[in-house]
């Protein structure tokens, strides 16, 4: 009996040893990238507001807590400047012609991914880019027949006291987006019909539906 069992135990050893070889590794084939590229028009569907970051407002996001609380004491006596707060709210290209960041279409087409309409957020991140028009402010022009116009409305400062703002709105705006996608995890076709979802229900720029307001919504221009 004992030598039999010693057998035995021998034997189950070796298909242990056999059973914990690494699996053999086998060459994995990755095709190269197909980037590719296509102009799209958007014809805006509700006005366009904007509010670019102006340098003072830059400054009191950089400045510390205590500093903050003397720039708002201050901006309670400061004489409100209609013009300029206006003129300082336009996004402008290089030349000085209005513009909108071309990272904001893309934020736009990613919040209207959902991986239930089987567009997931990630593959929109990593396979989907707005370029802009001009490189250098990283601007998409806008287009308007009326160019824009002051609105003035009723804001909340940072302590809920009410506050004047002046801003500029595009009343009838457009633009032409161009596109670079990796076309074998998403197509042309498909980056469309998602731009036709985020202008409807995404938007850009003040006050849109993905913050619960109703402008900057817009179209995409399909050819008849």
Request: glycine content about 8%; overall charge positive.
């Amino acid at each position: 009996m004992g030598r039999y069992g010693t057998g035995l135990k021998e034997q189950r050893a070796g298909q242990g040893d056999e059973n914990d070889r690494a699996p053999a590794r086998h060459a994995v084939a990755l095709n190269p990238l197909k980037i590719e590229r296509f102009d799209v028009e958007i014809v805006g569907r509700s006005r366009l507001v904007m509010h670019a970051w102006s340098e003072k407002a830059r400054h009191w996001i950089e400045s510390s807590k205590a500093d903050r609380k003397v720039l708002n004491q201050d901006k309670r006596g400061a004489k409100i400047d209609p013009e300029g707060e206006y003129e300082a709210s336009i996004y402008r290209c290089a030349d000085g012609k209005p513009g909108f960041p071309a990272g904001a279409f893309r934020s736009c087409l990613i919040a209207a991914a959902h991986k239930d309409l089987g567009i997931a957020k990630t593959d929109i991140c990593k396979s989907v880019f707005v370029l802009a028009d001009d490189p250098e402010t990283n601007m998409v022009r806008i287009a308007s027949k009326n160019g824009p116009q002051m609105r003035e409305d009723i804001c909340r400062n940072t302590d809920k006291s009410p506050a004047v703002r002046y801003r500029a709105e595009f009343i009838e705006w457009s633009a032409k987006l161009r596109i670079e996608h990796d076309a074998q995890i998403i197509s042309a076709e498909t980056i469309i019909n998602l731009l036709e979802r985020a202008g409807y229900g995404v938007g850009i720029g003040e006050h849109r539906p993905e913050k619960e307001g109703e402008w900057g919504r817009f179209e995409v221009k399909r050819g008849k």
